[in-house]
């Protein structure tokens, strides 16, 4: 709980000095710092991921739900934004995808802390905030696609894409490369390189997101969650890690949190009061969450009503992915209040994980299979 509040409250000391200091002179570097520090999370988002390809066909579903659990805030989001805020359908729909996607590395933190990471509530949302993640990141294109119209170079992205997309599948978990914190910042660093150098030779812009997220895909994973009697408490790629590394970890993190706020443009809210601004982030908040939902109405089969809004209420959290989308938006020169309303409402949605996480364990009660002790106590500990 303590480090959601932390991210929180990092996040919103960006958009202080953001507003406070004028940051112009040093915004590409601070944009490149931002870009590796998105590349290093979702490169551990990618190594989070698990895929079982001799049951593809139990996936579609699991997908068609994450999809529509991510479309639905989104489509809120942005009518909200078109309708209370006179933005235009253009920048509605860019910002309001910061609504979308579940934060998977806060979730799987805090669901592993509360005892609850052999439950069938973990391994569906699980897959689910992943995939909502991997929605979000293809919807991009098209977006990006809605501003600058269609051009070659953006042909060239698309199967640039499908390419990734295939060899993430093709050479999942093959790569056995180091997978220490400090090897996967240097990745992630590689990874920005890699991008500014495609854009700056062919004029080809690809968002750092989806070639991360496949790289972490494509590298080692020695804790197969497939394999719940070897690693039944398991939930991250490392073992109960030193501080040095857990040290590393937290700091890129913060640093993401924090520079995304110094990105905010400065708040400029017209004639609109603090408490209508306020007002308007509460709603935004609520509006968001009530799109998410949509899983309670899904997997009748599989598990109980409790369980299920339980599964629609753990997708609540925002995080990492929600804030590289408002980079992206801020980047194409969207400002205004949408963005700030967006940023704001994503701070207060992370504020919230915590009574979020309570109110799952509290629906789950006793009905949920045990946690046997030991995976407990390192579950917490790693959290």
Same mark, same amino acid.
């Given at each position: 709980?303590?480090?959601?509040?932390?991210?929180?409250?990092?996040?919103?000391?960006?958009?202080?000095?953001?507003?406070?200091?004028?940051?112009?002179?040093?915004?590409?570097?601070?944009?490149?710092?931002?870009?590796?520090?998105?590349?290093?999370?979702?490169?551990?988002?990618?190594?989070?991921?698990?895929?079982?390809?001799?049951?593809?066909?139990?996936? !579609?579903?699991?997908?068609?739900?994450?999809?529509?659990? &991510?479309?639905?805030?989104?489509?809120?989001?942005?009518?909200?934004?078109?309708?209370?805020?006179?933005?235009?359908?253009?920048?509605?729909?860019?910002?309001?995808?910061?609504?979308?996607?579940?934060?998977?590395?806060?979730?799987?933190?805090?669901?592993?802390?509360?005892?609850? !990471?052999?439950?069938?509530?973990?391994?569906?949302?699980?897959?689910?905030?992943?995939?909502?993640?991997?929605?979000?990141?293809?919807?991009?294109?098209?977006?990006?696609?809605?501003?600058?119209?269609?051009?070659?170079?953006?042909?060239?992205?698309?199967?640039?894409?499908?390419?990734?997309?295939?060899?993430?599948? =093709?050479?999942? =978990?093959?790569?056995?490369?180091?997978?220490? =914190?400090?090897?996967?910042?240097?990745?992630?660093?590689?990874?920005?390189?890699?991008?500014?150098?495609?854009?700056?030779?062919?004029?080809?812009?690809? #968002?750092?997101?989806?070639?991360?997220?496949?790289? !972490?895909?494509?590298?080692?994973?020695? %804790?197969?969650?497939?394999?719940?009697?070897?690693?039944?408490?398991?939930?991250?790629?490392?073992?109960?890690?030193?501080?040095?590394?857990?040290?590393?970890?937290?700091?890129?993190?913060?640093?993401?949190?924090?520079?995304?706020?110094?990105?905010?443009?400065?708040?400029?809210?017209?004639?609109?009061?603090?408490?209508?601004?306020?007002? %308007?982030?509460?709603?935004?908040?609520?509006?968001?969450?009530?799109?998410?939902?949509?899983?309670?109405?899904?997997?009748?089969?599989? &598990?109980?009503?409790? %369980?299920?809004?339980?599964?629609?209420?753990?997708?609540?959290?925002?995080? #990492?992915?929600?804030?590289?989308?408002?980079?992206?938006?801020?980047?194409?020169?969207?400002?205004?209040?949408?963005?700030?309303? !967006?940023?704001?409402?994503?701070?207060?949605?992370?504020?919230?994980?915590?009574?979020?996480?309570?109110?799952?364990?509290?629906?789950?009660?006793?009905?949920?299979?045990?946690?046997?002790?030991?995976?407990?106590?390192?579950?917490?500990?790693?959290?």
């Amino acid at each position: 709980m303590l480090r959601v509040a932390l991210y929180s409250a990092v996040l919103i000391a960006g958009i202080v000095v953001s507003q406070l200091t004028d940051l112009s002179d040093i915004r590409g570097a601070l944009t490149t710092i931002t870009l590796a520090c998105l590349a290093y999370i979702m490169i551990e988002v990618g190594l989070e991921f698990t895929l079982n390809k001799r049951r593809l066909g139990d996936y !579609g579903w699991d997908y068609l739900v994450a999809a529509t659990a &991510a479309t639905f805030p989104w489509i809120l989001c942005a009518l909200y934004f078109v309708w209370l805020l006179d933005a235009s359908w253009k920048e509605a729909l860019l910002v309001g995808r910061f609504a979308a996607p579940t934060s998977a590395g806060v979730l799987f933190a805090m669901l592993a802390a509360a005892g609850l !990471g052999t439950t069938w509530l973990f391994r569906k949302t699980r897959i689910l905030a992943i995939f909502d993640d991997l929605d979000t990141v293809l919807l991009l294109v098209p977006l990006q696609i809605m501003f600058v119209g269609f051009k070659p170079e953006l042909a060239f992205v698309v199967l640039i894409i499908f390419a990734l997309l295939f060899v993430g599948f =093709r050479w999942l =978990r093959v790569l056995r490369w180091p997978t220490s =914190r400090v090897w996967l910042l240097s990745y992630g660093v590689a990874v920005v390189a890699s991008c500014a150098m495609l854009e700056h030779t062919t004029n080809v812009h690809l #968002e750092v997101l989806l070639p991360a997220f496949v790289l !972490g895909c494509m590298l080692y994973n020695p %804790h197969d969650p497939n394999v719940t009697a070897e690693h039944a408490h398991e939930h991250t790629h490392l073992e109960p890690e030193s501080g040095t590394a857990q040290l590393i970890d937290q700091t890129v993190k913060f640093a993401f949190m924090f520079l995304v706020g110094c990105s905010l443009p400065q708040i400029e809210l017209g004639s609109m009061s603090v408490a209508t601004a306020a007002g %308007h982030v509460v709603a935004l908040t609520v509006l968001s969450n009530i799109g998410k939902c949509f899983p309670m109405f899904c997997y009748r089969a599989e &598990a109980p009503l409790r %369980h299920r809004i339980a599964t629609g209420i753990a997708m609540f959290p925002r995080g #990492e992915v929600g804030a590289g989308v408002l980079l992206v938006a801020i980047g194409y020169g969207i400002t205004g209040l949408p963005v700030t309303i !967006g940023a704001l409402s994503l701070a207060l949605n992370l504020l919230l994980t915590g009574p979020f996480i309570a109110i799952v364990i509290w629906l789950l009660g006793k009905e949920e299979e045990p946690v046997n002790t030991a995976a407990r106590v390192t579950a917490v500990r790693r959290a």
